[in-house]
């Protein structure tokens, strides 16, 4: 039989169908077929893991591989007994755990690391002053302008003080000020006041100091760190940015054929663990662009390839960090870029009442001259403030969009600095020497140990696979790639929609045939869709008209939408009109179409699965764990005009299935100070629909929060999450437990294992760190701990480390490590071990969906068939 495509040049054309010599050929008639666009996971541009297909090619976590790990022990080659309460019948288990390439394995669960942190001793004879510093005429926070008046006043400061140093507006110094102190100066011809207030004055001794948590005491560490960033610059890096981190100019290489110089450097910084302080120190890499923004600017508008030229500048420019190269090399947040002003037109009135251009402003305080008089500035805002910035002063800081958006590229630019693990401990040796001898730590009595922490850690066991026939397999990534679906969801004769245009029809007859072979191999069912067939995608509203037109016609909604898209911009417009009538949706971008083969189709099918409900496989998770737990995951991402909070809960006893939500809030606003109680609520609403009965534990993962915001979290986040239970639970005589662990992934600790020949190498999975380098060990209530969920083959691997700030349940700390490890392996867009546990991910997801396709997408209108699916991935 044949297929025949709705054209619009009104001809009929009819083309075979070879899916296989078993499948029948099939009728279509004239309806129209589903474009085929790009997936959520593989939206170009996104910082997002990546979709099935795409982690064949190229992903963040796709260096990892449980092929090669370095030398440790393991009992019973890292097998856990099955449990009955959570996974059916006691079933001999498989080990399937794959052998190290190149280390030997033998029967401990130990292993030896090597960290990148010294053990760092202050005297307790110190004694340290804090005191307020005002200038006026008020600067504002210029950096530039207050360290070159501070500059000039330094030895006036150094008769009084004697020992000191300063921090923004604030001064430390060993030397007890009775009486404020008031200096005169002058700097480019303007005269300024210096006030240094005795009545701010705090004390701090190194005893309080060595006893003191960080979070208790930000301020005390925040002047240990002060310190140590003088002694960097004693040394001969050079800082670049706003965050502490140093720079070897003289060592910077060209990366060919990406524009960019990738520069070595270090960053440092002080630690309060139960076992003492500590300096940890870490070698990194910055990207600084060979051009200018203004360069990249002007490359956008002289482009024949590019329509929409001032689009583009915004969409690469706008809400990105740029680099001041004057001054300080500050960052900088572009809020907008202004191009009916320019250096010469644009004016503002300094602190003296004086209204001057930015073209002289830059002149007179960084002796810079403007060459493109017509260049357009960039908007960014200084302590609230809106500041103009002229675009020829400015570098793109890290890599450029367009080197982002192209996966072999971006590739290259990684691969061009990337240490493996030896290299980078011999890169943090060598230039420890340096740093730990600067004269700035010896003037205040920091000693740091020559030698790095030496510690013992444990291997957590993989978790177990649930399977279907009530037996268990343990979870790793050969088990999982090969593993059929076990909760798997049909796609039923036309009940589902294929949309491509007119020059695809041969892919989309190729799509549907990969589909068909792949679903034998996972145990799933593919039957004939519906097919919509545009003449192209640059007609959002006929796709809309014949999509609600074919609604009308059918039996019943479509399970899901699988769009072939052939140009990445239309990603956002096609996933509204999907979201508006409530449709899933499977984005396949144009790239992956023409190199659809058995394996992308595998994993998009598995992708697809997840997002009707259905699950790839479930864990076996501990007896211990109650069967009415709900884990909780929140993540927000600022990378647009408003920050978006992805919001996700379990609400099924596997806890495989998840509520999914988005919040909308200011942009950059970290902690989510309200809205929080109304979806938990909602997310409570749907488990007891589904389950009869309450959740008996939260478990909530709070993703992307640093450590001094812990106590924020708490008091703004967890209270309303209080709220919601003790609303919900007012008349229950026995009120749930809950449990807070918050996530950082942006840590300078790293760890180190020596292989069998001498070489040190990355951790394997499951290593974890609860013990000596940690800032609470003893408690069931407060602790924390560094876990290495994934194995890594390329570069150093980073660990995550988990803070459980509160748990009133009887869970002990050996069962809250074992469930975080396996979670990290329960995230369904990923044959194996990810960094963070899957209700992180999943949270990541949404904001990050949101933030693609727009902030004012009515999720709270979406019905249970999609809200109560991974819907997002």
Not at 186 to 199: C, G, P
Not at 444 to 450: D, F, K, L, R, S
Not at 801 to 811: E, K, Q
Not at 817 to 825: A, G, K, V
Request: proline content about 4%; aromatic content about 10%; glycine content about 6%.
């Amino acid at each position: 039989m044949e297929r025949r495509g709705n054209f619009q040049s009104g001809t009929n054309q009819s083309r075979q169908y070879g899916i296989s010599q078993t499948l029948t050929q099939l009728p279509i008639g004239n309806q129209q077929k589903k474009p085929y666009y790009k997936e959520e996971e593989s939206y170009k541009g996104s910082s997002r893991q990546g979709n099935y297909q795409n982690y064949q090619q190229v992903n963040p976590e796709a260096t990892f591989s449980q092929a090669s790990q370095p030398f440790y022990k393991q009992s019973s080659q890292g097998q856990r007994p099955p449990n009955n309460n959570r996974g059916g019948n006691n079933q001999p288990t498989f080990d399937s755990r794959p052998k190290a390439s190149q280390f030997s394995q033998t029967k401990s669960s130990q292993v030896k690391l090597i960290t990148n942190q010294y053990q760092l001793k202050l005297g307790n004879e110190l004694s340290v002053y804090q005191y307020d510093i005002s200038i006026t005429p008020d600067v504002m926070n210029e950096a530039f302008l207050i360290n070159n008046i501070l500059r000039g006043i330094k030895k006036r400061i150094e008769v009084i003080f004697g020992l000191y140093v300063i921090s923004g507006r604030s001064i430390y110094s060993t030397h007890d000020l009775e009486d404020n102190l008031v200096i005169e100066t002058e700097f480019q011809s303007m005269k300024y006041v210096v006030l240094i207030s005795a009545e701010s004055k705090k004390y701090f001794s190194g005893k309080s100091i060595t006893n003191s948590k960080m979070e208790d005491n930000n301020v005390i560490f925040n002047l240990i760190n002060i310190i140590i960033k003088q002694a960097f610059r004693d040394t001969d890096l050079r800082q670049i940015g706003k965050q502490p981190r140093f720079f070897d100019i003289s060592k910077a290489v060209n990366v060919e054929g990406s524009g960019l110089q990738a520069c070595p450097g270090f960053r440092a910084s002080a630690f309060s663990y139960q076992t003492g302080l500590a300096l940890v120190l870490d070698s990194i890499n910055k990207f600084i662009s060979n051009k200018t923004c203004y360069e990249r600017i002007q490359e956008i508008f002289e482009s024949e390839y590019i329509n929409d030229k001032i689009n583009k500048v915004l969409e690469e420019f706008k809400f990105k960090s740029v680099i001041g190269m004057w001054g300080n090399k500050k960052a900088y947040i572009v809020m907008d870029v202004i191009f009916d002003k320019n250096p010469l037109t644009m004016y503002f009135v300094d602190g003296n009442g004086k209204k001057m251009s930015i073209a002289e402003y830059f002149s007179t305080t960084y002796k810079l001259k403007i060459k493109e008089r017509k260049q357009p500035l960039f908007m960014v805002k200084i302590n609230g403030k809106e500041c103009y910035l002229p675009t020829e002063f400015c570098t793109i800081d890290g890599v450029p969009q367009q080197i982002r958006e192209d996966p072999m590229k971006m590739r290259n630019v990684l691969s061009s600095c990337r240490k493996n693990p030896d290299q980078k401990f011999q890169a943090i040796q060598d230039f420890s020497k340096d740093l730990f001898g600067q004269r700035a730590l010896q003037n205040w009595g920091i000693e740091i140990a020559p030698e790095p922490i030496h510690i013992t850690s444990k291997i957590l066991p993989l978790p177990n696979i649930a399977l279907a026939n009530g037996g268990f397999q343990n979870c790793d990534q050969k088990a999982l790639r090969n593993l059929p679906v076990q909760r798997a969801k049909k796609l039923q004769q036309e009940r589902w929609i294929m949309v491509y245009d007119n020059r695809n029809f041969n892919n989309a007859n190729n799509v549907l045939q990969q589909f068909q072979q792949a679903s034998r191999q996972l145990q799933m069912s593919v039957e004939d869709p519906l097919w919509i067939e545009l003449e192209n995608f640059n007609r959002p509203d006929e796709f809309e008209s014949q999509l609600r037109n074919l609604l009308k016609k059918s039996k019943g909604e479509p399970s899901i939408i699988v769009l072939m898209l052939t140009n990445d911009r239309q990603y956002k417009t096609y996933k509204n009109i999907c979201y508006n009538l409530n449709l899933i949706s499977q984005v396949i971008s144009s790239k992956t179409v023409r190199k659809m083969n058995l394996s992308v189709a595998t994993n998009l099918l598995k992708q697809i699965n997840s997002k009707l409900g259905g699950d790839l496989y479930n864990i076996g998770f501990s007896k211990e764990l109650s069967m009415n737990t709900m884990l909780i995951g929140i993540d927000v991402c600022h990378s647009g005009p408003q920050s978006i909070v992805g919001f996700c809960a379990s609400i099924n006893k596997d806890m495989s299935q998840y509520y999914s939500e988005k919040l909308n809030q200011k942009r950059g606003q970290e902690i989510v100070d309200k809205q929080l109680k109304d979806a938990l609520k909602r997310a409570m609403s749907c488990f007891y629909d589904r389950q009869g009965d309450n959740p008996e534990h939260f478990i909530i993962y709070r993703d992307g929060v640093g450590d001094a915001m812990r106590r924020q979290v708490l008091q703004k986040e967890i209270s309303q999450f209080k709220e919601a239970i003790n609303e919900t639970y007012n008349l229950a005589k026995k009120k749930p437990f809950i449990t807070v662990i918050i996530v950082n992934k942006r840590i300078t600790q790293r760890f180190f294992v020596e292989d069998g020949s001498g070489q040190l190498a990355n951790p394997p999975s499951g290593c974890l760190i609860d013990e000596q380098i940690v800032e609470n060990q003893d408690s069931n209530i407060e602790y924390d701990f560094y876990l290495v969920p994934q194995n890594t083959t390329q570069g150093c691997v980073l660990p995550t480390h988990f803070y459980v700030a509160h748990n009133n349940s009887p869970l002990k700390k050996e069962t809250i490590e074992q469930l975080t490890y396996d979670l990290c392996h329960y995230y369904f867009n990923w044959a194996g071990p990810i960094k963070v546990p899957a209700p992180c991910m999943y949270a990541h997801k949404i904001a990050e969906l949101y933030m693609n396709i727009g902030k004012d997408v009515p999720t709270k209108n979406l019905t249970s068939k999609v809200y109560e699916v991974l819907h997002f991935l």
